[in-house]
């Protein structure tokens, strides 16, 4: 847990204090409302989220076989976070946390540390879930991420280093952001926060001020400060009960990773059209390669469904079947064509 000495917490308070007192002042609040008041008010509202969450919240300790500079087999170690959702044990953590990982250990705030059996995963979305056996588990609960908007504070929880629930505080920076190759994989539709997530952090909860987890941390960019990525828990709940079910993800594939079309995009890459997905990558041999997507290329609409957003990409194809054959408008050279393109399932990875 981050602490403050006495001048330090004072002048934390005070910083935190302006910005509430001045959106308190323009909302109309009472001139009486002190701004330490108003901190303090602030200051008690992060503690109880923090303690509804951070009981849930996880270590996950793993051993990968992996080889050393004679390429003889030794036994490596990794670890991460993970939160706890479900009376069943289930917990939710990232991908890459247990990749490959022969051995898991879940260790408890309570200090209780249990084996974790590794239920369901996905790379693609850098989420897992693992299972532990036990009783009175503390749960969180998951929130909503659909409607979040840059501004709104936000907690970060985990086990930088190893160190047991660490809470780390900050805003969304923004939302729809795409990143990588992150460890070989393009990551779509992240949370950016400015809340510092360490290593460690990965797979631990972001979590609103009523206490629910609205993310799940996943990345940091090397070297840069204020910058971390959460998976939205709505796309985690999306796929949960198919990775409890079938240990993976069973879905329609179009093997693209595309940007947001905003101001700064259309800038950037001279595009003269309004809305929809920037392509960034082809995946070789992807239905969409196959049906003459390229790099470069705008998705406008499917099937005549608008598409102006990454969720509404991943929502139109999500509905569709495996083999199903559909129409994707997009915008290309000045000029808008027609392409058919048959889907596929997402392969393993």
């Not at 408890?108 to 056996?133: C, M, N, Q, T, Y």
């Not at 206490?211 to 998976?231: D, K, L, R, S």
């Not at 595009?271 to 470069?296: F, N, Q, R, T, W």
Request: proline share 5%; with cysteine.
């Amino acid at each position: 847990m981050i602490t403050f000495g006495g001048r330090e917490k004072r002048a934390w308070l005070l910083g935190i204090a302006t910005v509430v007192f001045l959106l308190g002042t323009a909302l109309g609040a009472s001139p009486e409302v002190t701004r330490e008041g108003a901190a303090l008010s602030l200051q008690e509202t992060l503690i109880q989220a923090s303690e509804k969450v951070a009981p849930a919240v996880v270590n996950i300790r793993i051993v990968r076989l992996t080889y050393d500079s004679f390429f003889r087999v030794v036994p490596g170690q990794g670890q991460g976070s993970g939160v706890i959702f479900s009376k069943e044990g289930y917990i939710l953590t990232n991908e890459h946390v247990i990749h490959e990982a022969r051995e898991i250990k879940v260790v408890l705030p309570d200090g209780r540390e249990l084996e974790g059996e590794l239920i369901g995963s996905d790379p693609s979305f850098d989420l897992a879930v693992v299972k532990i056996e036990a009783e009175n588990l503390p749960l969180a609960k998951l929130g909503d991420s659909d409607n979040l908007r840059p501004g709104e504070f936000c907690l970060a929880i985990g086990n930088p280093f190893g160190l047991q629930n660490t809470l780390t505080f900050g805003v969304i920076s923004a939302t729809g952001r795409s990143i990588g190759p992150a460890r070989g994989k393009i990551l779509e539709n992240l949370i950016q926060t400015q809340a510092p997530i360490n290593p460690g952090n990965s797979g631990g909860p972001l979590i609103d001020l009523e206490g629910e987890v609205i993310g799940i941390n996943t990345a940091i960019i090397p070297y840069a400060q204020g910058i971390g990525f959460a998976i939205p828990i709505n796309t985690a709940k999306e796929i949960i009960d198919e990775l409890i079910e079938h240990g993976r993800v069973i879905r329609p594939w179009l093997g693209v990773s595309t940007l947001c079309l905003t101001p700064q995009v259309k800038e950037r890459f001279n595009l003269d059209v309004d809305s929809g997905c920037y392509i960034i990558k082809v995946v070789p041999e992807s239905p969409a390669e196959k049906g003459g997507i390229k790099e470069g290329d705008v998705i406008v609409k499917i099937n005549d469904q608008d598409v102006r957003t990454i969720e509404d990409l991943q929502r139109v194809i999500k509905t569709k079947k495996i083999g199903e054959e559909v129409t994707i408008l997009i915008f290309r050279e000045d000029k808008y064509e027609k392409v058919k393109v048959k889907l596929e399932e997402r392969p393993t990875e």
